[in-house]
């Protein structure tokens, strides 16, 4: 898996993220539907990284997930406008107070309650919890994440 997960980030292999979208799709599309999950909102990389990187490996994971679950992704819900050092190659502490204070929330529809977060990778959980703070602080009821795999990739 680390080795998959680098080739998506950093040798631009994004054709291998539709496999483990259909896969995540088959294994918890019960679950999404029983949790009347609203839409699906990929974690943001600061714009700066996606220039250099060309593309946000979650908002593909986001767009096929979409395809599968029938759930629509709102990619402009979440906002991250701290430009944060990668966490790979960070210590757990240094890793847990990176994002503070990087992530914010705009044009949050209303009517969304319960949300699905995507991102590639989950090592101490500390970008699903500055995301799910912001997305709690905003109105959001419930939020729920997948990622494609869990530990360091570092």
């Known amino acids: 898996m680390k080795h998959i997960v680098l080739k998506i980030k950093y040798d631009n292999k ?10 995540m799709a088959i294994r918890y599309e019960k679950f999404i539907k029983v949790s009347n999950i609203d839409c699906i909102i990929p974690v943001p990389l600061h714009s700066s990284r996606k220039r250099m990187r060309g593309f946000n490996q979650s908002d593909i994971l986001a767009k096929y997930l979409s395809k599968y679950l029938d759930l629509p992704v709102f990619f402009d819900c979440l906002c991250r406008v701290k430009k944060t050092k990668d966490q790979k190659g960070l210590n757990r502490t240094e890793r847990l107070h990176n994002l503070d204070n990087a992530f914010t929330v705009k044009k949050m529809r209303k009517s969304l309650k319960n949300v699905l977060v995507v991102d590639d990778v989950y090592t101490t959980g500390t970008t699903i919890e500055k995301c799910a703070k912001v997305l709690k602080d905003s109105g959001i009821n419930k939020i729920y994440f997948l990622t494609i795999c869990t530990g360091s990739i570092s």
């Open 14 to 23: 994004r054709e291998y993220i539709e496999g483990f979208a259909k896969l």
